[in-house]
């Protein structure tokens, strides 16, 4: 060979050892979120990459949250797990049995030497992810609770006063009642996700325990007790009120919210996060109000709780502090106020941080959009109780479904309020044991 071909062949090959050095290491996440909050979180990622050439974010959809938990356990035991994974409240309990699987958050950051003080998130986030010391399990994102959406112009062709939405149950099913007798609606009222609200957001809202062991939280062992009359009070006012479509079951997820989007329902419990389809589809103007509460519970209304998700790093064994450190300054890019209150604006989503609600309210954002701060309030405001912080129950999405089978049975007629809960605890606990002997 030549020395001029010598030459080039050395500098082809220094030229191409350069541009190795200098491609950007690539972090995964993974998300389980679809539709314009999906596009967003999505752009959030290509806006993070534009802003330095160290990193290259890769934001994927994997599937609902209990699907891509499900693959990201099995991407785990294969080596080869996302960097990070939004999950959804529900999901948390799993996690935190992990081992070995999950890296907290507050150690991520410490690794990477960026500030991160879990004291920068409001309070009921800081609650539901964080740890006995202080620090944070995972990072709270994308922050919702349960609200009411109530059709304006229903309520006016029903009599009622649409700047008056029911604080009660009572009031609501009056409400509902006289939508129905003026055909305002040929639905008074439905629910999305129906053990969320109405078993999750329902036990919060009136301090009632939902399981042993500060619900979950105090670890394994822990036992559902949710064989009370409350629980079942709430379920047989749903099986009365569907006798006249008072109630109209709309399914176990988020399907219901159509039913009220296209006027077919006139009122709707919801995660604060639908509130951006709610306002980009409906075609009447909408209220929101805080869950309803039975006023006869000594102390309500009580706090609702954290819903929504949070994301979670993922260990691996061959990771390096270098995509650890990656990790940690895309987290940080997603908690900076800039991004924080785009995505609370947007979606409907609530600031996850101190200074993203501060920077709202500054600026008069709650002022021009009126109901806007409901849900914040709703966790901020309401009283705390010893019952208001949460859960953490393995297996608890599996548990939903027999809440759900249980109490679909009975608004069948096929059983009592009273034996659908007697039959959800007996069959909860059973999966709580399974996951116990899982986890040792």
């Given at each position: ?39 967003l ?9 534009k ?6 974010v ?36 799993d ?20 500030r ?35 059709n ?72 559902l ?9 709430m ?15 709309g ?11 296209s006027g ?23 209220g ?29 064994p ?14 940080d890019f ?18 996850a ?11 008069g ?7 806007r ?12 109780g ?12 599996e ?42």
């Amino acid at each position: 060979m030549s020395l001029k071909r010598i030459l080039l062949a050395c500098t082809l090959a220094l030229a191409g050892a350069a541009s190795a050095q200098q491609a950007p290491t690539e972090i995964h996440m993974w998300m389980g979120l679809t539709g314009p909050s999906g596009e967003l979180l999505s752009r959030f990622g290509d806006d993070f990459n534009k802003s330095q050439n160290e990193y290259r974010v890769v934001v994927s959809f994997k599937g609902q949250y209990p699907e891509q938990r499900a693959a990201a356990v099995a991407a785990f035991r294969a080596g080869n797990p996302p960097h990070i994974m939004q999950m959804f409240d529900a999901g948390s309990g799993d996690m935190v049995q992990a081992r070995g699987a999950i890296i907290p958050v507050s150690e991520v950051f410490k690794r990477a030497n960026i500030r991160f003080d879990p004291a920068d998130f409001i309070a009921p986030a800081r609650g539901y992810y964080g740890l006995p010391n202080g620090d944070l399990l995972s990072m709270p994102f994308n922050v919702s609770t349960a609200v009411l959406f109530y059709n304006k112009d229903a309520f006016r062709k029903a009599g009622l006063n649409p700047d008056k939405p029911p604080r009660t149950w009572p009031e609501l099913i009056d409400a509902a009642g006289k939508i129905r007798a003026t055909n305002a609606a040929p639905c008074g009222f439905t629910t999305t996700w129906l053990a969320w609200v109405m078993l999750e957001q329902f036990s919060s809202r009136h301090n009632l325990q939902m399981g042993t062991l500060g619900n979950g939280r105090g670890g394994l062992g822990t036992s559902l007790t949710v064989t009370n009359p409350m629980n079942e009070r709430m379920v047989q006012t749903l099986m009365d009120m569907q006798q006249d479509k008072r109630f109209d079951y709309g399914g176990r997820s988020n399907d219901a919210a159509a039913k009220f989007i296209s006027g077919e329902c006139a009122m709707l419990t919801q995660s604060s996060g639908g509130l951006g389809a709610i306002a980009r589809d409906a075609k009447f103007e909408f209220g929101t109000a805080q869950l309803p509460y039975w006023p006869d519970v000594k102390g309500a209304p009580y706090a609702t709780t954290i819903g929504g998700a949070s994301l979670w790093v993922f260990n691996a064994p061959n990771r390096t502090d270098h995509e650890f450190r990656g990790v940690a300054k895309f987290l940080d890019f997603l908690r900076s106020d800039k991004v924080m209150t785009e995505w609370a604006k947007t979606t409907g989503f609530l600031p996850a941080t101190n200074s993203a609600f501060k920077a709202m309210k500054d600026e008069g954002f709650f002022e021009k959009n009126p109901g806007r701060d409901v849900p914040i309030l709703s966790l901020i405001e309401g009283a705390k109780g010893e019952h208001t912080n949460g859960y953490r129950f393995g297996r608890w999405t599996e548990i939903r479904d027999v809440y759900h089978e249980e109490v679909e049975r009975a608004l069948q007629g096929r059983q009592s309020a009273k034996q659908a809960m007697v039959n959800f605890e007996r069959r909860g606990n059973a999966l709580l044991r399974a996951f116990e002997r899982s986890a040792n």
